[in-house]
Nanobody
């Protein structure tokens, strides 16, 4: 399974960005997909995840601001990020978990995208 990310960039605080993650190989529609955030010197933190049935879960810090969605016809998962804050700055990774449960620990995911930088200026 290969995950290729796009989107990201530089935005002012309060702005929006959308990240995309396209999967190839495997059975995308069955996977739980997740997004993680990493800042230098820290471990990757859970942001959001979506199950095959579109059940979602979010970190408290992004609830009400971020939305995860998926398009199984396009083998793609999205992360819409609104009301961005400087503390949202970092590298965002998409990840695929071959099991149907949502997990918030990175080690529970089996495949990873290449990462994309998001920078939110104050």
């Amino acid at each position: 399974v290969q995950l290729v990310q796009s989107g990201g960039g530089l935005v002012q605080a309060g702005g929006s960005l959308r990240l995309s993650c396209a999967a190839s190989g495997g059975t995308f529609s069955r996977y739980t997909m997740g997004w993680f955030h990493q800042t230098p010197g820290l471990e990757r933190e859970f942001v959001a995840a979506i199950k095959y049935n579109e059940y979602t879960d979010y970190a408290e810090s992004v609830k009400g601001r971020f939305t995860i969605s998926r398009d199984n016809a396009k083998n793609t998962v999205y992360l819409q990020m609104n009301s961005l804050k400087p503390e949202d700055t970092g590298v965002y990774y998409c990840a695929a978990r071959i099991y149907s449960t949502i997990e918030t620990q990175g080690e529970s995911y089996h495949y990873w995208g290449q990462g994309t930088q998001v920078t939110v200026s104050s």
